[in-house]
């Protein structure tokens, strides 16, 4: 089985000091609610797509729908539900998986949709701290497909989350359980994905997928919702469209607000790197991009925290490098995007933004780069976004930044 893109598991959302988006929460001390079960987020979000009302899980019996977006087609799949930043058992009533039709209606015809079983059991409980495999469901996945996890979560006490809190897509909470229904009758809306960790796709042998790992950037932030319009996604269909790397898939593990060296809306990028890379199935490349929240907070002008140097974040740099390569992952380091303009951007941290770029592009560590920064600069301003790639920010692309970002790639490094 190799893993196809799916949303990653984290702890509940807590916002950052500054602009990147929370997608995450700090896992120390954790984020809990007692004795009220734990809510969902509302994530950050442009005045032009309402924010659904806050969800409150394990309050009362409910079946959730996740529609999440894989990028190569199989036979088979495989969904990982995870409990790895919760403090209390979860149980899984009832999970079912089949080929999104747009909102909450599946396709329900036997060959795209079956019920899940863990073990051969119709439900499972995961331990604090643990996460759960679900036996291979035979569906036929098209290439580039949107799917729908279903499952049914009963009433339960949930005081901390694990999930992606920012997912730039809409799922569905309905009453009951209603796993296997076409679809929800009076559907509510969240912008989040709870307990799915991710979908493994069933392919031959030679196929394999690209990591990209990184911050919010990676995440997507603030690309059009529910267009998979992120520069992973836009990878993604650049190698299913090629004939020599039509066999690789693209796992999007960005995280909003995540840094190399310190944890704060989640993990550090160091303490995540086994869970998050080389714990995927069939990975064979690995890109890079991080360092703008490391550089933003230490020399934020407004309040200065977690002081770090370009040698500092080029050591880590150097850590995930030596590590992914342990395990036979080739590394691509992506260049910082520019962010002169954003809340936290002083002068001080563009020196160091400049030099790890200039590490980037010359270190023999890697077995490459990717040059973002110059994908999506202002040429008569490098310093800053061209401004049609500007989310508006100065920090985050907007969908055509999105888009340059994953054009710029060369195809070829995939194919080594």
């Not at 949303?7 to 997608?23: D, E, I």
């Not at 009076?186 to 790992?213: H, M, N, T, Y």
């Not at 319009?229 to 593990?253: C, E, F, I, Y």
């Not at 064979?284 to 933003?296: A, P, R, S, W």
Request: glycine residues 8%.
């Amino acid at each position: 089985m190799a893993a196809n893109n799916g949303p990653l598991a984290r702890p509940t959302a807590a916002p950052p000091a500054v602009a990147p988006p929370a997608t995450t929460s700090t896992p120390a001390p954790p984020s809990t609610q007692n004795p009220a079960p734990a809510q969902a987020p509302i994530p950050p979000n442009t005045s032009s797509q309402a924010r659904p009302a806050r969800f409150i899980y394990g309050e009362e019996d409910t079946t959730i729908r996740e529609i999440v977006h894989v990028s190569l087609g199989g036979p088979q799949v495989r969904v990982v539900f995870t409990n790895e930043f919760g403090t209390d058992s979860l149980t899984i009533g009832a999970a079912h998986v089949a080929v999104s039709q747009g909102g909450s209606t599946i396709n329900t015809v036997a060959a795209s949709a079956a019920g899940l079983t863990f073990g051969g059991r119709p439900s499972v409980t995961i331990p604090p701290g643990a996460l759960a495999v679900s036996d291979p469901a035979s569906i036929t996945v098209p290439a580039q497909a949107d799917l729908a996890i279903s499952f049914f979560l009963p009433a339960q006490q949930i005081h901390q989350l694990s999930q992606h809190g920012y997912a730039d897509q809409i799922s569905f909470t309905e009453p009951g359980n209603t796993v296997g229904a076409k679809s929800f009758d009076s559907p509510g809306e969240i912008q989040s994905w709870p307990f799915v960790k991710a979908v493994d796709v069933k392919l031959p042998a030679r196929a394999g997928a690209v990591v990209a790992f990184g911050d919010s950037i990676t995440d997507g932030a603030f690309a059009t919702r529910n267009q998979n319009a992120r520069w992973p996604d836009v990878l993604a269909r650049r190698l299913q469209a090629d004939k020599h790397t039509s066999d690789l898939g693209v796992l999007n593990l960005g995280i909003g607000g995540n840094r190399i060296l310190h944890d704060n809306t989640g993990p550090s990028a160091l303490a995540r790197f086994d869970r998050d890379v080389i714990a995927q199935a069939g990975v064979k490349y690995c890109v890079i991009l991080e360092g703008i929240n490391d550089i933003g907070h230490a020399y934020d002008p407004g309040r200065p925290y977690d002081v770090v140097t370009a040698e500092d974040l080029i050591s880590g740099d150097i850590q995930m490098v030596e590590r992914a390569h342990m395990h036979g992952i080739k590394v691509y380091l992506a260049t910082v995007t520019p962010y002169v303009g954003a809340k936290y951007q002083s002068p001080e941290g563009e020196e160091v933004r400049k030099a790890l770029n200039n590490w980037i592009r010359t270190n023999k560590v890697a077995d490459g780069f990717i040059d973002f920064d110059k994908a999506t600069q202002d040429p008569a301003h490098p310093d800053t976004f061209l401004p049609a790639y500007d989310h508006g920010d100065h920090l985050h692309p907007g969908d055509a930044g999105y888009k340059a970002m994953g054009d710029s790639i060369d195809l070829a490094l995939f194919t080594k």
